[in-house]
T-cell receptor, first 117, second 114 residues
Framework: EPEVTQTPSHQVTQMGQEVILRCVPI?????FYWYRQILGQKVEFLVS????????KSEIFDDQFSVERPDGSNFTLKIRSTKLEDSAMYFC???????????????FGEGSRLTVL | QKEVEQNSGPLSVPEGAIASLNCTYS??????FFWYRQYSGKSPELIMS????GDKEDGRFTAQLNKASQYVSLLIRDSQPSDSATYLC??????????????FGKGTKLSVKP
C-alpha cells in the first residue's frame, strides 16, 4: 500500500542550528502538508503546498520556516534557526485531488521527531 | 478562534462493547469531518471521513454528523483491545482554497479492556 515516508525519524540539534526534514508523499497525490505535534498537545497545521507553491500557512509558519519541492518526489521543511519550542513531532501528509476537488483525506507519514537542545 | 472539542477521556469500555466518541466544532462553515486514530508515539491514521448529515458506516465504525448541532461522533462496535488508542476528530473548513488545513481536537483516549 502506498505510504508517505519521512526522514529522519529523529533528529537532535542545538538551538540556532538549521534543520531540514524530508518527505516523500504518495506518488499520485498533489497536495502536500506539514503538521506538527508538540508532546501531549494537538496536531497543528503548518503549511499546505500545491502546484509548486504554498497554498496556505498558519501563524506558526513564520519566517524561520520554509518548504520546497526540490525534485519530483521530495518535499522538505526547513527550519532556519531552531528554538527550544520547535521541539515536536513533525508530520508530513499528502492528499489526492480528484477531478472535482481535493478529497481532504490526509495520509500522514510516520513523523520526524525534532529535539532542540 | 476555530475550535474542535473532544472529551480527553480516558474512555474505558470492555471488549465487545460499543465505544462512543464525540466531537463538537465551533465554525458553522465547516464542510468536511474526519476521524483519525493515533497510537502512542505514532502518526494519525485516517479511519473515516464524512461530509453530509447522517450516518456513514465502514465495518465496525460508524460516523455520525449533525451540522445543525455542530456535532460529529464515532461509534466503534465490538470493540477490541487493539482499538485502544487516541481518537482525533478533525475538521476542514473547506472554503476559499482552505483545503487540507485540518483543525484537530486534542483527542479522546480509548481503552478497551479484555
Amino acid at each position: 500500500e502506498p505510504e508517505v515516508t519521512q526522514t529522519p525519524s529523529h533528529q537532535v540539534t542545538q538551538m540556532g542550528q538549521e534543520v531540514i526534514l524530508r518527505c516523500v508523499p504518495i506518488s499520485n497525490h498533489l497536495y502536500f502538508y506539514w503538521y506538527r505535534q508538540i508532546l501531549g498537545q494537538k496536531v497543528e497545521f503548518l503549511v499546505s503546498f500545491y502546484n509548486n507553491e504554498i497554498s496556505e500557512k498558519s501563524e506558526i509558519f513564520d519566517d524561520q520556516f520554509s518548504v520546497e519541492r526540490p525534485d519530483g518526489s521530495n518535499f522538505t521543511l526547513k527550519i532556519r534557526s531552531t528554538k527550544l519550542e520547535d521541539s515536536a513531532m513533525y508530520f508530513c501528509a499528502s492528499s489526492e485531488v480528484t477531478a472535482t476537488a481535493n478529497t481532504g483525506e490526509l495520509f500522514f507519514g510516520e513523523g520526524s521527531r525534532l529535539t532542540v537542545l | 478562534q476555530k475550535e474542535v472539542e473532544q472529551n480527553s477521556g480516558p474512555l474505558s469500555v470492555p471488549e465487545g462493547a460499543i465505544a462512543s466518541l464525540n466531537c463538537t466544532y465551533s465554525d458553522r462553515v465547516s464542510q468536511s469531518f474526519f476521524w483519525y486514530r493515533q497510537y502512542s508515539g505514532k502518526s494519525p491514521e485516517l479511519i473515516m471521513s464524512i461530509y453530509s448529515n447522517g450516518d456513514k458506516e465502514d465495518g465496525r465504525f460508524t460516523a455520525q454528523l449533525n451540522k445543525a448541532s455542530q456535532y460529529v461522533s464515532l461509534l466503534i462496535r465490538d470493540s477490541q483491545p487493539s482499538d485502544s488508542a487516541t481518537y482525533l476528530c478533525a475538521v476542514n473548513l473547506d472554503y476559499g482554497g482552505s483545503q487540507g488545513n485540518l483543525i484537530f481536537g486534542k483527542g479522546t483516549k480509548l481503552s478497551v479492556k479484555p
